[in-house]
């Protein structure tokens, strides 16, 4: 594929969400989403103590919703895709 360990990771879960919410993501496209986002977690990561600012969680979650605007994801409206996993990632 091209990516390394902690892209596919991400790559996975943009996968897995698209066939739980059975939408179509173009494979390349899902792979540059991948690495994108892995950059975005490697930004706020810089901060040693990232997981606990609320600030730079809530930059990072912001920055993520961009990102994956900016590449026309999820390519269908689905609020849901939106609320239940920042819920549970956010």
Known sequence: M???F????????????????DFE???????VLAQAVKGVVDDKDRYTDWSR???IKAE???DL???LAEHDYPPVDRDEVYQENFKKYG
């Open 2 to 4: 091209g990516i390394d």
């Open 53 to 55: 600012r609320n600030d």
């Open 65 to 67: 919703i961009i990102l």
């Open 60 to 62: 990072l979650k912001v």
């Open 25 to 31: 993501y173009p494979e390349d496209k899902l792979i």
């Open 6 to 21: 902690e892209e596919k990771a991400f790559y996975d879960i943009l996968k897995s969400l698209a066939v739980k919410y």
